[in-house]
Nanobody, 121 residues
Framework: QEQLVESGGGLVQAGGSLRLSCEVS?????????MGWYRQLSGNQRELVAS???????AFGDSVKGRVTISRDNANYTVHLKMSDLTAEDTRVYYC??????????????WGQGTQVTVSS
């Protein structure tokens, strides 16, 4: 359950939209307290794009509020991120996050490999 398979990145036009998907194993998906997407800023610094908890509670980064939705596909153990009205500032490497409950009160964080999103004007 350590593998997070990311897809949907690539080149898009400014003003367009895209969907990023993160598929994990059944065991990781059912054990994850929260899953979401972060994006690279500089160095190893990352900022929240969106997250969704096991019970469906969502959170969004201030930089993308109003342009992003996140959802869970329980049948396919996948989290989807939809971004709209893209600008050059959205050009980043995006990482899937999964926080897995390994025992009561203990959570382990897993990261995907990262997928490049490039917005062209």
């Amino acid at each position: 359950q350590e593998q997070l398979v990311e897809s949907g990145g690539g080149l898009v036009q400014a003003g367009g939209s895209l969907r990023l998907s993160c598929e994990v194993s059944e065991s990781m998906f059912t054990s994850a307290a929260v899953m979401g997407w972060y994006r690279q800023l500089s160095g190893n610094q990352r900022e929240l794009v969106a997250s969704i908890t096991r019970d469906g509670t969502t959170a969004f980064g201030d930089s993308v509020k109003g342009r992003v939705t996140i959802s869970r596909d329980n049948a396919n153990y996948t989290v989807h991120l939809k971004m709209s009205d893209l600008t050059a500032e959205d050009t980043r490497v995006y990482y899937c996050l999964s926080k897995v409950i390994v025992s009561p009160g203990r959570v382990t964080t897993y990261w995907g490999q990262g997928t490049q999103v490039t917005v062209s004007s």
